[in-house]
């Protein structure tokens, strides 16, 4: 069932863990944008350099330079059967962008799209709990997730780390640049059908499950 499909959602609604259990059922790669830049911000690229302040502070890094990131990332041979966007399009000049990039592999699978909902005090709980582990990626939560030992990932051993833009102001910034200008990417995407919206303020499985029937149900249109 695989192809391209899209996670669309606010900052912390789950979309990096949703992403990761997707890559592993169905064998296709997460590219996260997010973890694109971090990975650029630390080997200091040009790229990395240019997006570190604007991470800092919540504001979304020019278009070209994210499209053509992706572009060069959709490119490698891993995501020829498909692939998990986790963070693009985050604006309306991205997702007609990656429509018309896609739109020219004729052959491939149409882009599905699933938004993920949860309120804004959950968020603001789950963000400011996030600790990450800097090898496996692997994602926790201090308050409702938490390792066995305290600050320390359960299967690599290795310290656990806050993002930076994880604090309460910067997350305030992030929630009003996606008021501002994801939320018209979702509503781009619900427009063109192949999208379903899930409800993600219930257990990690049971949103996982949600959105495993809403990508069944749009490959079977
Ligand atoms: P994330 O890990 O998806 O929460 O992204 C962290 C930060 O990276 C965002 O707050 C933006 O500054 C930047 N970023 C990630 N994806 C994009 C994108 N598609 N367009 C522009 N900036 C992005």
Redesign the pocket.
Known sequence: MPGPVLLLGA?GVG??TQAQILMSEFGIPQI???????DHRARHTDLGLL?ED??A???????GL?NKM?ADRLGQPDAARGFIL??????LP?ATWLDTHLGQNASAKPVVAVSIQVDYDELLHRITGRRTCPVCRTIYNAFSNPPKATGICDLEGAQLIQ?S?DSEE?FRE?MK?FDLQTAPVVEHYRAQGRFQEVNGDQSVDQVTSAITSALRQLRSK
């Open positions: 900052p979309k990096g996260s944008t997010g973890d694109l830049l971090r997006a604007l991470m502070q919540g504001q979304l890094v020019p278009d994210v992706v986790d963070g693009f399009p985050r604006t991205q993002r833009d910067v992030r640049t």
